[in-house]
Nanobody, 112 residues
Framework: QVQLVESGGGLVQPGGSLRLSCAASRSTFTMGWYRQAPGKQRELVATITSGGTTDYADSVKGRFTISRENAKNTVYLQMNSLKPEDTAVYYC?????????WGQGTQVTVSS
C-alpha cells in the first residue's frame, strides 16, 4: 500500500502561480498529477518516473513543471501562468508494480 498526502492548493488570480506537493509513504516508480473539473472526466496533467522521465498534457506544456525528490518520496507540480480553465481538483497519483494509488485531492481555483 502507498498513502499519498497532497498540499498546496488554493485560490489564485489568472496569470498567477501555485506549487502543489505530494508525499508518498514509500518509494514508487511513477508519480504525477491528474485533475478533474466539474462535469468533466479526470485527465492527466503530468507524470514523472523515478529516473526523471516526464510526460505532460498538451494543455499545460510550457506552463507547468513536474519534479520529484526521490529521497523524500515527494513529487511537486509548479504551475505558472494559470488560467481559469485550470480550475479543478488536482489528484496526486502513484504507480508501483502495476497498481495505481490516488491522493484525496486538492482544490485549485483560478479566478479574479
Amino acid at each position: 500500500q502507498v498513502q499519498l498526502v497532497e498540499s498546496g492548493g488554493g485560490l489564485v488570480q489568472p496569470g498567477g502561480s501555485l506549487r502543489l506537493s505530494c508525499a508518498a509513504s514509500r518509494s514508487t516508480f511513477t508519480m504525477g498529477w491528474y485533475r478533474q473539473a466539474p462535469g468533466k472526466q479526470r485527465e492527466l496533467v503530468a507524470t514523472i518516473t523515478s529516473g526523471g522521465t516526464t510526460d505532460y498534457a498538451d494543455s499545460v506544456k510550457g506552463r507547468f513543471t513536474i519534479s520529484r525528490e526521490n529521497a523524500k518520496n515527494t513529487v511537486y507540480l509548479q504551475m505558472n501562468s494559470l488560467k481559469p480553465e485550470d480550475t479543478a481538483v488536482y489528484y496526486c497519483y502513484a504507480r508501483n508494480f502495476y497498481v495505481d494509488y490516488w491522493g484525496q485531492g486538492t482544490q485549485v481555483t483560478v479566478s479574479s
